[in-house]
């Protein structure tokens, strides 16, 4: 079992900051890959960023420079920093990790957080 736990969504003004972290617990031998999607109104899932184990970043068009992905290996939490928030940020952020168990990787996702940007 693998949980992932998010924090740190919630109402802000644009142009405003927010940090997401999402810690994953349960029995996992190792967490490789973490990343953050979002699903904004009407949109599909999409990724954000993403962050390898070594901590080679991929981020999305729409979010460069402005979103910084970041993980604390020793805590097993992943953040995203998101700077000058824009109205169309507004969606549910979910984590996801790729973890080890046992001898194989499985995906994990996180319940989601609503972040609403407003002006």
């Known amino acids: 079992q693998v949980q992932l736990v998010e924090s740190g969504g919630g109402l802000v003004q644009a142009g405003g900051s927010l940090r997401l972290s999402c810690a994953a617990s349960?029995?996992?031998?190792?967490?490789?890959?973490m990343g953050w999607y979002r699903q904004g109104p009407g949109n599909q899932r999409e990724l954000v960023a993403d962050?390898?184990?070594?901590?080679?970043?991929n981020y999305a068009d729409s979010v460069k420079g402005r979103f910084t992905i970041s993980r604390d290996n020793a805590k097993n939490t992943v953040y995203l920093q998101m700077n000058s928030l824009k109205a169309e940020d507004t969606a549910v952020y979910y984590c996801k990790a790729r973890a080890l168990r046992i001898s194989s990787f499985a995906d994990y996702w996180g319940q989601g957080t609503q972040v609403t940007v407003s002006s």
């Open positions: 349960g029995s996992f031998r190792s967490i490789n890959d």
């Open positions: 962050i390898s184990s070594g901590g080679s970043t």
